[in-house]
């Protein structure tokens, strides 16, 4: 069945510091992927997307290219923020009608 | 701001009970589904309802069980609680199907 594996954590940083989370998956088809983010005593929301190979999402800074050949979705950002701090779930859609999200990856910004 | 709304925030229940979990979808969407989310884990799907019809379902036990309403708002019953279904409860809503999901800020449910 379609699955994501991503980096473990936690990912502690400084402020300005670069960001990269490695998320992959395994998908029968073309899937969908995203990334979701969960800031502290918030419900989770949708950070960016792609639909197709070669895709790149990106919103608020952050950067994700759906790459088929790895079968990788990579978030990254080029310089974090304290308020960047939260929870990152990767998720893939086979076109049904669920998503499959990986573990997460808690990231701390420090100032 | 998603305007999904889920009641009640935390439950405490001891093992065998039953509980009911609530959730206002967003305004004007058909579909709602239901995740659970356990300590440390990514959410795992329960079930979807579109039109107060089950549309999906992901591999939980029968004593997961559903509703949505004429007006989309939607429940979740879990009977026969057990320790292991100490969780987040997370509902999501959408236009439609295969739509933005809305996240609501879900229900901590500690069974004892």
């Known amino acids: 069945g379609d699955s994501v594996t991503q980096m473990e954590g936690p990912v502690t940083l400084s402020e300005e510091a670069f960001l990269t989370i490695n998320c992959t998956y395994t998908?029968?088809?073309?899937?969908?992927l995203f990334w979701y983010v969960q800031y502290p005593g918030e419900g989770l929301q949708l950070l960016l997307k792609a639909t197709k190979a070669d895709d790149k999402g990106s919103n608020k800074g952050f950067e994700a290219t759906y790459r088929k050949e790895t079968t990788s979705f990579h978030l990254e950002k080029g310089s974090v923020q304290v308020s960047d701090s939260a929870v990152y779930f990767c998720?893939?859609?086979?076109?049904?009608?669920?998503?499959?999200f990986g573990a997460g990856t808690t990231v701390t910004v420090r100032a | 701001e998603t305007g999904v709304t889920q009641s009640p925030t935390h439950l405490i229940k001891t093992r065998g009970q039953q509980v009911t979990l609530r959730c206002s979808s967003q305004s004007g969407h058909n579909t709602v589904s239901w995740y659970q989310q356990a300590l440390g884990q990514g959410p795992q799907f329960i079930f979807q309802y579109y039109r107060e019809e089950e549309n999906g379902r992901g591999n939980f036990p029968p004593r997961f069980s559903g509703l949505q309403f004429p007006n989309y708002s939607s429940e979740l019953n879990v009977n026969a609680l057990e320790l292991d279904d100490s969780a987040l409860y997370l509902c999501?809503?959408?236009?439609?199907?295969?739509?933005?999901?809305?996240f609501g800020s879900g229900t901590q449910l500690s069974v004892l």
């Open positions: 998908a029968t088809g073309y899937p969908s």
């Open positions: 999501a809503s959408s236009l439609a199907l295969n739509e933005k999901l809305f």
């Open positions: 998720a893939l859609s086979g076109g049904d009608y669920k998503l499959s």
